[in-house]
């Protein structure tokens, strides 16, 4: 909108010039050529009179006018001789012009060009007798003018855009700064920053838009946080009933020798274990929806090495093996690479992306988590050998309560992904699905480094 503002304000102003500075830069240029045109033909008319005075007095004063004339001006003067004047002057060519002017009377004027003017400006006057004055005026300094004339004008419409332009852009930036502001603050909104709120500047009209925007965004926000709250507290609630419920339905197992009652005990737990799993989710969401805690430098392989040595014994269980990849850096440099994370972020990240990953791997499949830095970002990779996901599959992965067709996954609480992007994003990162090389899914996660992180 700037530069669309900026180019209007400078096409307005060019048009200015165009209707003011080439009408009067076409006047002068006229002017100009009238004014030597006139200049010449008084000489010639005057040189012709004396040309025509028929006496010696006469005669030798042309010849002493035509010779200052000649040092004086870039023209030059040739006179046809007479019976009673023969002049040291040079005599013109015989043309359509001199045979005008002697036999006919007739004044001519050649510029020698259509276009503005030639080389010289030929003038031929009759003179008394038979007799002709022609100047051959050289137009070199009429050029030299025409070019100051339309240069000076030329310079000054550059230095005017030039001007506009500069006063156009500080126009543009302060009609446009209430909406940037609004840009602004849309910006955060869709980055989930539900407190941003716009000043209210500029016109009334941006006044009352930024008004009712942040009105809105007040009112979003205490629905938004009332949510949150109902939602952890209800899941919260939750947890004490189902784990009571858990333990009467283990006793009731325990205590019950009927194969059929017991396989529907079984069941029962089942699904009060996968509603433990959901509750747990919806808190887990909810507190990572809530305010974002600050950031700060974590030691990526110390996490790392912690959540895989708390997931082996599970995977070992499955006959699953938890690897480090080979692209992970190793060394001293490895220890200090530093992330920009929240407290405890990372490691519900990788919870549930190893969760996941474990439940859909078959038995003596493996899962490899690797990390390298890129620039000013580092990117942790967790792959799996597992039945890998469809690219509907994958757009849809992070959704709430969203579970795959996996070996297992269908007794997950459609959660975890959804939690990932929520914390994620929350420290500024990014995360991701891809295909892994074979078969399987491969989860990418991109995290800011820190720029304490050694190289």
Same mark, same amino acid.
Not at 162 to 191: C, Q, V
Not at 411 to 434: E, I, R, Y
């Given at each position: ?23 009067? $830069? ?13 200049s ?124 506009? $332009? ?39 009209e ?15 926000d ?11 507290d ?17 006793n009731i ?50 996490i790392?090495a ?14 699953v ?17 530093l ?83 929520q ?32 190289g």
């Amino acid at each position: 909108m700037n530069r669309q503002l900026i180019r209007s304000y400078i096409l307005l102003v060019a048009v200015a010039i165009l209707l003011f500075t080439v009408p009067v $830069a076409f006047t002068l240029t006229s002017q100009l050529r009238d004014d030597t045109k006139q200049s010449v033909l008084r000489e010639a008319n005057t040189m012709a009179l004396l040309l025509g005075g028929g006496d010696r007095i006469s005669c030798e004063a042309l010849t002493e006018v035509a010779k200052a004339y000649d040092e004086e001006t870039p023209g030059t003067v040739q006179v046809t001789p007479t019976s009673a004047c023969v002049p040291d002057l040079p005599a013109p060519s015989s043309d359509p012009a001199l045979d005008l002017a002697v036999h006919q009377n007739k004044v001519t004027t050649d510029w020698g060009s259509d276009f503005v003017w030639g080389k010289h400006l030929t003038v031929t006057v009759p003179a008394e007798g038979d007799a002709a004055v022609r100047i051959v005026y050289s137009t070199s300094d009429m050029t030299t003018r025409l070019w100051q004339i339309w240069g000076f004008r030329a310079a000054l419409a550059v230095l005017v855009l030039a001007a506009a $332009a500069a006063i156009g852009a500080y126009a543009a930036r302060r009609i446009t700064a209430p909406l940037r502001e609004l840009n602004a603050m849309a910006s955060k909104f869709s980055d989930g920053d539900l407190t941003a709120r716009s000043p209210v500047t500029g016109p009334p009209e941006t006044q009352t838009l930024a008004r009712t925007l942040n009105q809105g965004a007040e009112r979003l926000d205490t629905l938004v946080a009332s949510q949150r709250i109902f939602v952890a507290d209800a899941s919260h609630q939750l947890r004490t009933p189902l784990t009571a419920l858990r333990l009467s339905l283990d006793n009731i197992a325990d205590g019950v020798d009927d194969e059929f009652v017991r396989e529907d005990v079984e069941q029962a737990t089942a699904e009060v274990v996968r509603m433990s799993r959901l509750v747990n989710g919806l808190l887990v969401l909810a507190r990572a929806e809530a305010k974002v805690s600050a950031a700060e430098p974590l030691l990526l392989r110390d996490i790392v090495a912690e959540r895989l040595a708390v997931w082996r014994p599970a995977a070992d269980e499955r006959g699953v093996t938890i690897a480090l990849g080979g692209g992970t850096r190793g060394g001293t440099a490895d220890g200090r690479l530093l992330v920009l994370a929240g407290p405890g972020h990372l490691d519900q990240v990788l919870d549930n992306v190893l969760s996941n990953a474990l439940e859909v791997s078959p038995d003596g499949a493996t899962i490899t988590v690797s990390y390298e830095p890129q620039g000013d970002e580092i990117l942790l990779t967790v792959r799996d050998q597992g039945p890998g996901m469809s690219d509907a599959e994958k757009s849809r992965a992070f959704d709430r309560f969203w579970r795959g067709q996996g070996l297992t996954g269908r007794s997950g609480s459609g959660l975890g992904l959804a939690v990932v992007k929520q914390l994620v994003t929350d420290d500024g990162g990014t995360v991701a699905l891809a295909d892994a090389p074979g078969s399987g899914l491969e989860v990418r996660i991109t995290l800011r480094a820190s720029p304490k992180s050694g190289g």
